[in-house]
């Protein structure tokens, strides 16, 4: 692969990071929403220490290339007490989140697939 091409491959990459990281605040702001009645925008101390734990494994993820959904990865940085509640809060909100933010949501699954 040629310079040009490494460049814009690393460009896509991290552009797939902070689009990732975004996604992942939006979807614990409607869990913490909806689970723990806070205002839109807005995050309780757990759930906003959810989110920082999660933008910081994103920030570092070595398969940010390649992956797909954290929940198919073979490393599983997490550990064990917070990949539980982000399984959770996954599985809560990501249906919500196709009401709340359809073209974002549907962005991020085909980010998450096409690289
Ligand atoms: S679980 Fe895997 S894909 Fe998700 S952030 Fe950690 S290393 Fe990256
Ligand atoms: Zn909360």
């Given at each position: 692969m040629d310079r040009r091409n490494v460049q814009k491959r690393e460009n896509r990459v991290e552009k797939k990071r902070l689009f990732e990281c975004d996604m992942v605040l939006e979807i614990i702001s409607v869990y913490c929403h909806r689970k723990?009645?806070?205002?839109?925008?807005e995050l309780c101390s757990d759930c906003r220490a959810l989110s920082l734990y999660a933008k910081d494994r994103i920030e570092k993820?070595?398969?940010?290339?390649?992956?797909?959904?954290c929940s198919a990865c073979?490393?599983?940085?997490?550990?064990r007490e917070r990949r539980a509640k982000i399984r959770e809060v996954m599985g809560y909100a990501s249906p919500w989140m196709l009401i709340y933010h359809p073209m974002q949501f549907l962005r991020h699954v085909w980010y998450s697939w096409k690289t």
């Open positions: 723990h009645g806070t205002q839109k925008g993820c070595p398969r940010m290339a390649e992956k797909t959904f073979p490393i599983h940085c997490y550990d």
